[in-house]
């Protein structure tokens, strides 16, 4: 099982038979200001899409759960993130 993180604040396990899981959690202050804490558990199974869709689908559930996605940085992505040039660099081609 493999942990990745989304911005550092959120925490996605993916396991090797396509199964996502998404880790959340809600915290009640009662009385006496004690906590009562909430897990909440997501499972996905990604083994029944194609594995060119895993990408979008990762990011649908991160959007709608998570209200954040990540375009370019999940274990899925395809995409990388373009390559900027500092700006004493202005002579460089770019790729």
Do not use: R
């Not at 759960?65 to 370019?72: E, K, L, P, V």
């Amino acid at each position: 099982m493999n942990n990745y993180f989304l911005n550092n604040s959120t925490d996605i396990n993916i396991q090797k038979s396509y199964n996502i899981t998404l880790k959340n959690s809600l915290t009640l202050l009662g009385e006496k200001n004690k906590s009562i804490i909430l897990d909440i558990n997501i499972v996905a199974d990604f083994s029944t899409i194609p594995e060119k869709y895993h990408e979008v689908f990762l990011n649908m559930l991160t959007s709608k759960y998570y209200n954040q996605t990540s375009f370019g940085y999940n274990p899925f992505s395809k995409c990388l993130p373009p390559n900027k040039k500092k700006w004493y660099e202005f002579w460089k081609i770019k790729k």
